[in-house]
């Protein structure tokens, strides 16, 4: 079995890539095709777009009709830096039997001894080296002959010289340049539609956030989402709070909901601890990976909209209105019915801090009833707001 490997950030991938791809599938017959999006490692000094969209780019650009193609979530859903050398190992673990073809560029070739254990690295594959007449001949001659030592079967293919850049393209999506000729019209219009590179960062969060929905959820979870948006708006208006934090909030607050239980516990932990993630009710887990999801995927920074996500599962002590509006809009939102949810409906336009402490009351009742775990930032969370409303005024004085 021949597999060709190629990885890339895809930020965005362009015809670049894919006439590099097409060449490669001119040396030989290949019974299968990973393409793997790198992961977001520091996200400010890495990928602009959210893991999910580039790799769904990446499955546009490079479908290629009757090839048996795979776009991996290997590298990209690792918080930690990804080695060729230890994806080489992951690979080889999956495909015993495989020869796997890696398919990189001259100027990784002449650098390949900064390549963390490249000799590890080569051992494990036969490099395809795209020649495209831009470096040294002489450099990239000595560097494949290093390289086959380890790597005997490694060969480089000419190719026509391409000028497509990613970063070119996300520079010129800002100034709202024509990139048609540079990405295929599938890619062109997720740019457009997530609006991923857009230099705005409500305009380009909201939109990858609505983007992101049919990705990350089934229809009823978007539905869910999207009246959470509609409620949280709306309360938001009536308070007087920032309405594109808290849209962004309300579309982000379930993003991790429906992913694999892996990836929750890798997110939640990564952000608040292992341990710490260990001890808390699994149910409130996704709102922690979704503030990681927003931090790492989409560099949110904002502490506000890290912690509405986060506590938009449990509550807690302190909360901000923002926090407070999403925590009731996702109780609150128009598909949900039960006992008492009109009342609490009017109290939340009335008064936030009123309506938290009837909300907690309400869901630490019912987690008692079902004899559910209970999590501490919650009884915190209602203890605060009834020490609050007792006070009869927030404690920053509003
Ligand atoms: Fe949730
Ligand atoms: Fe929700």
Not at 4 to 13: Q, S
Not at 119 to 135: N, S, V
Not at 257 to 266: D, H, N, V
Request: proline share 4%.
């Amino acid at each position: 079995m021949d597999i060709l490997f190629f990885g890339g950030a895809f930020d965005p991938p362009h015809t670049g890539h894919s006439h590099i791809l097409s060449r490669a599938l001119t040396y030989k017959t290949f019974d299968k095709i990973i393409i793997m999006p790198t992961g977001t490692p520091g996200h400010k000094s890495g990928c602009k777009a959210p893991f999910p969209i580039r790799k769904l780019m990446a499955q546009k650009a490079f479908e290629y009709p009757g090839l048996n193609v795979e776009v991996s979530d290997y590298e990209g859903l690792k918080d930690e830096k990804s080695y060729s050398y230890i994806t080489l190992e992951h690979l080889k673990e999956v495909y015993p039997t495989a020869k796997i073809w890696f398919l990189i560029g001259a100027d990784s070739a002449i650098n390949m001894k900064s390549w963390v254990n490249w000799q590890r690295l080569a051992e494990q594959t036969a490099f395809i080296i795209l020649d495209r007449g831009r470096r040294d001949g002489q450099m990239l001659k000595k560097a494949v002959e290093e390289i086959k030592v380890y790597s005997p079967d490694s060969i480089v293919l000419k190719a026509r010289p391409v000028e497509q850049s990613s970063t070119r393209i996300r520079q010129q999506v800002q100034k709202g340049a024509d990139i048609s000729e540079q990405v295929c019209p599938q890619v062109q219009n997720i740019i457009m539609q997530s609006a991923v590179y857009d230099e705005d960062y409500y305009k380009r969060n909201i939109s990858t956030a609505r983007f992101l929905l049919p990705l990350m959820m089934d229809e009823k979870r978007q539905r869910h989402t999207l009246n959470v948006r509609r409620l949280a708006v709306k309360l938001a208006l009536r308070h007087g709070v920032d309405t594109d934090k808290t849209q962004l909030c309300a579309l982000l607050h379930d993003v991790m909901k429906q992913a694999p239980r892996r990836e929750i516990l890798r997110r939640a932990g990564s952000f608040l601890g292992q341990k710490a993630a260990r001890d808390k009710p699994p149910e409130v887990l996704h709102g922690f990976a979704a503030a990681h999801f927003a931090q790492k995927e989409m560099a949110i920074d904002d502490d506000e909209t890290l912690w509405a996500l986060r506590s938009h599962t449990c509550g807690r002590a302190g909360m901000s209105d923002v926090e407070k509006i999403i925590y009731l809009a996702d109780m609150l939102s128009a598909e949900r019915k039960f006992d008492g949810k009109n009342r609490l409906l009017d109290i939340a336009y009335e008064n936030l801090d009123n309506a938290m402490e009837k909300a907690l009351e309400s869901s630490l009742r019912w987690l008692e009833e079902k004899k559910r775990p209970i999590d501490t930032d919650s009884i915190q969370a209602l203890n605060y707001f009834k020490t609050l409303n007792k006070d009869g005024g927030s404690i920053d004085g509003k």
